[in-house]
């Protein structure tokens, strides 16, 4: 595997990590249509746990095959496949090597009435499986945010020592944030930089909207005042993960129409985030409709940003 100059530059930001882990970051950087480019398209399929099966497979029931989620990954040419331990081991053998894992190693579920995720699989599954990394989710705001960090701490140190990179989702919510807070620009570049501190190589978190949340904030943003635009603030949350120095995706969120998708897909790419995380806006549509789309998306981020 040749490193572009992109992703060679990219690898020089992790400067404490080991060998093992920068090749596993190249994995994921050189793989796929995006490949060498330093921009990434990601499927993760963890919503059966987080929403259940019908809610989450019924639109395309293809989806309820853990082997159908690879084959979208795969043909459509994107970098990474990320799923809880079963998905991918009940099609681990015939996949093997083809495309670039993360193993979410923590999930929620909407039975659950408080705001916190179960360890479900570890870093030897990781390896077992010949996964490239591990995928963690906080929820900075919640009643349990720090036994999170905390629990993702002690993974992010085991997965880094055997050379798997960290893959943090890094989701607000808790008792301090509505629904507009969730998503509040402020409250999405400060989770993305708790992720960054606490040692992920890879930041999700959810598309930021305009709304200022905290109080103590808006003096500052009045002040530093970010444009009212897509790009702009995208651009923020970049600057949030150390000036640009960590990698930062952004989620697709609940189902919408294709150009919504596409143009925030060219907001993100225009202010320098470094790909789309897609889930349920891929694997719920039909499968040649759900390949088109993330072609469509692919190509934006080919394009000079």
Known sequence: MQLTPKVKEILSWYESDNPGTKANLARILMEGKLGGTGRMVILPVDQGFEHGPARSFAPNPAGYDPRYMFELALEAGLNAYAAPLGMIEAAAATYAGCIPTILKVNSSNSLSTTKDQAVTATVQ??????????GFTIYPGSEYQFEMMEELRELAAEAKAVGLAVVVWSYPRGPMLDKVGETALDICAYAAHMAALIGAHIIKVKPPTAAISLDAAKKTYEKNPVENDAAARFKHIVNACFGGRRLVVFSGGEAKGMDDILNEVKAIHAGGGNGSIMGRNAFQRPKQEALQLLSS???????PA
Do not use: M, N, P, V
């Open 297 to 303: 998306i692919i190509e934006i981020y080919k394009t």
């Open 125 to 134: 599954d990781a390896l077992r499986l010949g996964c490239s990394a591990i």
